[in-house]
Structure formats: structure tokens, C-alpha cells
């Protein structure tokens, strides 16, 4: 039996993929600790894994997330006040290796003090030297911009000096810029396919391709299932973080309310959903859903391109609109475009209309649901999180 330790960052896309393979881990009879702020103990012990709170708080909210620069600058900063106090609990636990989300430096840092593996856990699309010249340069620019150059020339030169200051002090630093959000380890799990992974054949075998991370959930007795039958199912969510957005939900309602579409609006906790306006009968508003099970009966998956939810409708084979609202989601937008699996919408076109053009579009033409079987194929030939577990052991044998 090996230690292991487990760093993450507060946010339920990257932590999600990791608990079945941390589970798995469990299984097999390696020890594992998992790292994260006090919020997500519940989740992380209700999956049955050990928790260790950071002895330092965060509030990831409070940066500006649209802007690539400034949240890496946020999140580096708040890793050095991070370290000094993290580093005396984990040398206290002398791990043989450790598994670090990619948007944690921390992680990394910690097993080059130690001198022990370090295994990246990546749940999003890689955008990294080795592929970066595949990636559509005005993804990027578009990215940096958001804020303002001034705003992001600021933060990258906050980012150095933290740089510099880690490597005074402890002898490591931060990633060349390009590769902070990939920050590859001795080893890198990444949650999709190569072929969904744009330039995926240009990354070296130290990358492997393990597929979503999909595990069985609780059944949700109380949702009604029942609502699908009848007609096309159209299911709409921006998933969890950046989801306050009634003006867009009254879209969708306009769009495919009292048609023969039947509609489910996954709208998360903050909404007013009586700013929603009347509800028509093929409309089903709820705070939350099964979404896997929602996926299994869905035709047409409205989604903001969240990694996570890209991959559990490629992994059942449903067809996309992608309306990005941050970050890597623009990247996965036009990912499922360039594939066929769906189309990346505009912003600037929002409108019931425009919404109702392209689903029925994307439902009136095979293309794209046999585009995102194709993926669907792929996906799950990667293997999951049972084949992340035989990947980390494995590489940690070898070692």
C-alpha cells in the first residue's frame, strides 16, 4: 500500500472527476488523503474519501474568472500563502506520491520539495506548448482581452514576481504562462479522448487519454421522469457557477415553449425563477437535475460547454449547442463545432429565434448525432477512471 495525497481546487468541475478515481485508489488499498477548503468537506467525505482542509481559505469567486492572466495571477497568489503552512501537514504524512489538479501549483510544488512523483489530473481541454499552435488564436486573444490588456499586463507581472519569490524561497516556481492551466506532471490524466483533445496526436506519451470520469450516481426518485415522454427533449443548463442568466432562460422559453418540444431548464441556486415569467406545460424548470440520467432520454443538450457536461452528452451520444460563458468553455465550444457534435453559438445572436434556427438545425440533420456517436466511441473506449487508477499505479510501480 502506497500514501497518496490529493490537491484540488474549490470549484465542482474539477473535483467531480477526481472522487471515482480517488474512490478506485480507495479500493485497491492505497491510502489517500484529498486536499480542498472547508466548503467542499460534505461532497468529499460523503464519496467515502478522507478529508484534509487547506490550513489557508479561499474565495475563488472573487477574481475575474473571464480572464485568463488575472485568474492564473489570483490562483498562484493565493498558492503561495498556501505553501509555508501546507508544506509542514504534508511532510508530516510523507506520501510516496502525490495527484494534483492541473490548477493547482501547489500540488506540483509540493512534490518537487519532497521529491516524490507528481501525477496531473486534468479535467479540462489542454492548451499547452506542445499544442498550442492548433488552437485558434483568436480564442486566445479574445481570452486576454476580456479585462483589458492594461488589466492583464498587471497580472502577469504580479505573476512573475510570485514566481520569482517561490523560486527564492522554496526552490520552485510557476508555470511558463502557456501552461498554467495544463501544468503537466510526471504524469498527466486527462479526462477526454486524443481525438477529442485538440492536437491531441502532438502530445507526448507522458499525457494519457483516460477518457470522463463517469461514475454511477444516486437515482433521483423525485424528478419526473415522466415529463420526457411525448416528443424531443431539449435539455438546457450553464451549469453551476455562472448560471444567473434569466434574460437567457426566457430566451429558451420563448424558443421552445408550447411547441412539441419537451423542455427541461436546469437553472442552479441563484436564479429568481419567477423572473422567469409564466412556464409553459412542455417546460420543466428545476434548480438542479439527475443530469446523467437526464442525458440518457435527451435529444438535443443546450449546455455552457463545461468539460464536465460536454463529456457526459458525448458520453451519451448527444448533440450540442454551446453557449460558453468563461474560459475553457470557449475552447470547447468550438471543439464540438470543429467535430460536427454541435454548433458554438454567438452571443451577440441570442434570441428565441436564433436559438429555435439552430436546435432545429442541429435535430434535423444526422450529421451531428452521428458526429457525437463517433466521440461517444471514443470516450468510452479511454476507459474512465478505472483505467486513471491501473495509469497511477502503474507510473507509481515503475517509479
Not at 470549484?11 to 480507495?26: C, D, I, R
Not at 450553464?238 to 408550447?258: H, K, S, V
Not at 474560459?327 to 436559438?355: K, N, P, T
Not at 436546435?359 to 463517433?374: I, M, T
Request: hydrophobic content about 45%; overall charge negative; proline content about 7%.
Amino acid at each position: 500500500m502506497s500514501k497518496a495525497l490529493f490537491f484540488n481546487i474549490p470549484a465542482t468541475g474539477h473535483v467531480n472527476p477526481s472522487l471515482p478515481l480517488v474512490k478506485e485508489l480507495l479500493t485497491r488499498g492505497e491510502d489517500v488523503c484529498y486536499f480542498n477548503v472547508e466548503a467542499f468537506r460534505r461532497k468529499i467525505e460523503g464519496a467515502g474519501i478522507p478529508f484534509v482542509p487547506y490550513p489557508v481559505d479561499v474565495d475563488f469567486s472573487s477574481h475575474d474568472g473571464g480572464n485568463p492572466i488575472m485568474a492564473m495571477t489570483h490562483i498562484a497568489a493565493y498558492g503561495e500563502r498556501l505553501l509555508p503552512p501546507l508544506l509542514e501537514i504534508v511532510r508530516a504524512e510523507q506520501p510516496d506520491y502525490v495527484i494534483y489538479d492541473s490548477m493547482t501549483p501547489w500540488g506540483k510544488q509540493v512534490g518537487k520539495i519532497l521529491g516524490v512523483p507528481a501525477i496531473c489530473s486534468c479535467t479540462i481541454l489542454l492548451v499547452h506548448s506542445q499544442n498550442s499552435n492548433v488552437i485558434p488564436r483568436q480564442l486566445l486573444t479574445k481570452q486576454m482581452s476580456m479585462a483589458g490588456i492594461d488589466k492583464s499586463l498587471i497580472a502577469l507581472w504580479r505573476y512573475a514576481q510570485i514566481h520569482l519569490r517561490l523560486r527564492r524561497g522554496y526552490g520552485v516556481g510557476l508555470p511558463f504562462f502557456p501552461n498554467f492551466f495544463a501544468n503537466p506532471g510526471d504524469m498527466t490524466l486527462v479526462y477526454t479522448s486524443r481525438l477529442f483533445q485538440p492536437g491531441g496526436d502532438l502530445l507526448d506519451d507522458t499525457f494519457r487519454f483516460v477518457g470522463p470520469s463517469i461514475a454511477l450516481r444516486p437515482h433521483d426518485d423525485e424528478f419526473p421522469f415522466a415529463h420526457l415522454n411525448g416528443g424531443p427533449v431539449i435539455y438546457v443548463s450553464l451549469g453551476t457557477i455562472f448560471n444567473n442568466r434569466p434574460d437567457f432562460f426566457r430566451q429558451c422559453i420563448a424558443a421552445f415553449g408550447g411547441a412539441d418540444y419537451r423542455v427541461v431548464l436546469s437553472v442552479g441556486e441563484t436564479l429568481d425563477i419567477d423572473a422567469l415569467g409564466a412556464i409553459p406545460e412542455n417546460v420543466l424548470v428545476r434548480r438542479f437535475v439527475p443530469q446523467l440520467e437526464v442525458l440518457e432520454r435527451t435529444d438535443l443538450f443546450l449546455t455552457h460547454g463545461g468539460m464536465n457536461s460536454t463529456s457526459e452528452s458525448l458520453w451519451h451520444g448527444v448533440p450540442m449547442l454551446v453557449f460558453p460563458q468563461i474560459g475553457d468553455q470557449f475552447f470547447v465550444a468550438h471543439r464540438v463545432g470543429e467535430l460536427g457534435a454541435g454548433i458554438a453559438l454567438d452571443a451577440d445572436l441570442i434570441s428565441a429565434d436564433y436559438l429555435r434556427a439552430q436546435a432545429e438545425r442541429v435535430l434535423g440533420d444526422a450529421s451531428y448525432r452521428e458526429s457525437a456517436a463517433r466521440l461517444q466511441g471514443s470516450l468510452r473506449a479511454a476507459g474512465g477512471y478505472v483505467t486513471a487508477a491501473d495509469e497511477v499505479l502503474r507510473f507509481v510501480g515503475q517509479r
